[in-house]
């Protein structure tokens, strides 16, 4: 996310063109900054999804695709949409938040806790 921002990510691909975000899911492990030269300390489901839907991006699709075992036990955060072929409605659309309590094994994908409201 910090090489190219989701509204430059839009502009630039074509029509029908997929966008893929990889990155962590929100943590709290402060070494990363220096270890990793992260700036952020990774995002949660709905800050991805909010920020994809600003760009433009209209059937957004936020899973944790894997979990570390051991420590620090990062979750790794897979973000996925498709350019709209059409300008998508009227920008009307937003994403709300429900912080949803779930027990997922490692090595399990696990659905959105966003919601769409339109």
């Not at 063109?17 to 709290?28: A, E, M, P, S």
């Not at 995002?43 to 600003?54: D, G, I, K, N, V």
Request: aromatic share 6%.
């Amino acid at each position: 996310m910090s090489s190219l921002s989701p509204r430059a990510a839009f502009r630039i691909l074509k029509p029908g063109g997929r966008l893929i975000v990889l990155d962590l899911l929100l943590h709290t492990f402060e070494e990363a900054r220096e270890l990793y030269a992260d700036r952020w300390l990774g995002f949660s489901e709905c800050e991805l999804a909010t920020m994809l839907e600003r760009a433009g991006f209209t059937h957004i699709e936020t899973v944790v695709a894997d979990r570390e075992t051991s420590a620090p036990g990062f979750q790794t955060l897979l973000g996925i949409d498709v350019r709209p072929v059409e300008a998508a409605g009227n920008g009307t659309c937003q994403v709300a938040c429900e912080e949803s309590a779930r027990t997922i094994s490692p090595r399990t994908i696990s659905l959105s806790p966003c919601t769409r409201l339109i």
